[in-house]
């Protein structure tokens, strides 16, 4: 199977880690799996109200299709800025577009629950710095699955 340079099967690569990470992220905020003490950080408490309002499968189709479109806007922002390979300055860019991704979920009104259960209780800078967290977990993730699979 090879999907290295396959846009289209990337995103949807994408959408499946992004997608099993929301799952993962669902079990540590409800505390049934205990992760280095991050269960307890604001981030993760707040998101146990908004997985109240979501079955496991609809947050996380949320949260793979957010995943993918985002990888796609990092594709593209690659290629229009000539950049490639993992490093300082194709991380940087990770870390600004996944950030900045969060800002219409915040106002766009299409995601009403995650605004008022993580992006308002959390404020604009924590939640844009988790949003660009967001995106490294999910890259890094992407990464180690290259690096088996290829």
Do not use: C
């Not at 199977?1 to 997608?19: E, G, H, P, R, W």
């Not at 540590?28 to 993760?44: A, D």
């Not at 993992?86 to 990770?94: A, P």
């Amino acid at each position: 199977m090879s999907i290295k340079n396959n846009l289209t099967q990337d995103v949807i690569v994408i959408f499946i880690i992004t997608a099993l990470w929301d799952v993962i992220l669902r079990l540590i905020s409800e505390g049934k799996v205990k992760f280095f003490g991050i269960e307890n950080m604001k981030w993760i408490t707040v998101l146990e109200e908004y997985f109240q309002k979501h079955t496991i499968l609809s947050a996380a189709l949320i949260a793979g299709f957010v995943g993918a479109i985002t990888h796609f806007i990092i594709i593209k922002s690659l290629d229009m800025f000539n950049m490639s390979g993992v490093n300082i300055y194709t991380t940087l860019l990770v870390i600004i577009i996944s950030g900045i991704i969060g800002i219409p979920m915040r106002y766009s009104g299409l995601f009403p629950h995650l605004k008022k259960h993580y992006y308002e209780p959390l404020g604009f800078g924590y939640s844009f710095a988790t949003d660009a967290f967001s995106g490294i977990v999910v890259g890094v993730s992407y990464q180690i699955i290259k690096l088996i699979l290829y």
